[in-house]
């Protein structure tokens, strides 16, 4: 069953539901149902174990990822640029998804790569049977 990372459109909380239904936060409606997605698998590691990965679309907040969780984020189609961070590490390979009839269900896993200085964030497709729910 898929958790779903919605930003209520009321408040502008970003907040994880089942499904369509209030916002914990403000009580407004939320619906989940959307043409497109993307969903994001956050692989396991034991570098930032502790910590969650925080999300940005579109330059926007959507909250954090813990370690080996998957989140869908319902969207419309069009563009969108994912970043991530945690704690001091800012590096990342933003790529820009587009959704698109044809590509409406996109599947994305990121790792933390070790670097020499600074870590980097590695934001990959993947096909969507190596995804876990």
Do not use: W
């Amino acid at each position: 069953m898929p958790r779903y990372r919605v930003k209520c459109p009321a408040c502008g909380e970003a907040v994880n539901l089942p499904g369509s239904g209030p916002c914990p936060k403000c009580g407004a409606q939320i619906s989940c149902e959307s043409p497109a997605r993307i969903r994001l698998y956050r692989m396991g590691n034991f570098v930032g174990v502790a910590n969650g990965f925080g999300i940005y679309i579109n330059e926007q907040p959507y909250g954090y990822i813990g370690n080996k969780e998957t989140l869908t984020f319902p969207l419309p189609y069009g563009s969108y640029k994912m970043h991530i961070v945690c704690g001091m590490n800012r590096k990342c390979n933003d790529p820009v998804i587009e959704l698109t009839p044809q590509d409406n269900d996109v599947c994305l896993k990121v790792h933390i790569k070790m670097g020499l200085i600074q870590n980097s964030f590695i934001i990959e497709r993947a096909d969507p049977s190596t995804m876990p729910e």
